[in-house]
C-alpha cells in the first residue's frame, strides 16, 4: 500500500489520525461514543473488533474484489488503486493547528477512476455476508465515510467529483451514485474539528450533535431497490 500526503512529516509534533472509515464514531458516536474514542485515540489504540463484528470485517476483506470485478464488469472500464496497490491518502495537520499536535485525515478507497468525463472512487460493502446486498437505508450510513473521502483526495489535489458505492452479493448487486456535497463536507468538517479540539484539549464532546439538514445528490444506478 502506497501513502500519499500533502506535507512532508515534522518528527518534533505529535501527530494524531483520523480515519475516514471511523467517521460515524468521530462524528456521532454511532457505534462507540465520541468520548470513548478520544479515549483509545489518546492512548493511539484501536478499539478491538468483537467476534462477532469481525466476521463481517472478514467477509468484506475477501470480497472486496468481488466488488471490485463486478463495478468492472458493468462499466466496461479498469480502475487504479486497486487492492494491493489501494494508496493510502493522508492530509496532514487538516485543521492547521499552530502548536506541538497536529490531527491528520486519512482514508484509503478502495478503487479510483478517472477520464475526460469521470473522476470517481469506488467503496465497496459486502453486506449481510454475501446473502443480498444492502437497501439504501443500511448504506446510507457510508455517507461520512465517503463525504471525507473525497474531500481528502480533492485537499491533496487530486479531482473527484462522486462515488459509487457498490454494495455486493452472492445474490445481485446494488451501486449509488454519490456527489460531491460541499455542504456536507463543511458540516462534518465541524464535527472533525471539534473532536480533535477534544482529543488534544483532554476535554468531552456531545455524543449526538444536531443532524445535518441539506440535500444530498444520490441515485441507484445499477440493481433495483
Not at 114 to 128: M, P, R, T
Request: glycine share 6%.
Amino acid at each position: 500500500m502506497k501513502t500519499q500526503a500533502k506535507f512532508s512529516s515534522d518528527k518534533d509534533l505529535k501527530r494524531f489520525n483520523l480515519r475516514s472509515s471511523s467517521a460515524l464514531n468521530y462524528c456521532f458516536g454511532t457505534y462507540t461514543p465520541r468520548n470513548e474514542m478520544i479515549e483509545w485515540d489518546r492512548k493511539g489504540e484501536q478499539k478491538p473488533i468483537g467476534d462477532f463484528m469481525q466476521k463481517y470485517v472478514d467477509f468484506g476483506n475477501l470480497h472486496e474484489k468481488s466488488g471490485i470485478a463486478k463495478w468492472i464488469l458493468i462499466n466496461k472500464k479498469m480502475p487504479v488503486e486497486i487492492l494491493e496497490d489501494q494508496h493510502n491518502y493522508v492530509l496532514q495537520n487538516a485543521f492547521n493547528l499552530k502548536g506541538d499536535t497536529v490531527v491528520d485525515l486519512s482514508c484509503t478507497p478502495d478503487a479510483r477512476y478517472s477520464d475526460k468525463d469521470d473522476n470517481l472512487l469506488l467503496e465497496i460493502k459486502c453486506g449481510s455476508l454475501g446473502k443480498k446486498p444492502h437497501d439504501w437505508n443500511k448504506a446510507k450510513v457510508y455517507l461520512a465515510q465517503v463525504s471525507i473521502q473525497q474531500y481528502i483526495l480533492n485537499s491533496l489535489g487530486i479531482k473527484i467529483d462522486k462515488t459509487h458505492l457498490v454494495s455486493w452479493s452472492f445474490n445481485g448487486t446494488r451501486i449509488w451514485e454519490i456527489e460531491r456535497n460541499y455542504e456536507f463536507e463543511h458540516y462534518l468538517l465541524g464535527l472533525l474539528e471539534e473532536y480533535a479540539m477534544a482529543l488534544i484539549n483532554d476535554s468531552k464532546l456531545e455524543d449526538k450533535p444536531k443532524k445535518f439538514e441539506g440535500e444530498h445528490k444520490i441515485k441507484l444506478i445499477y440493481g433495483e431497490e
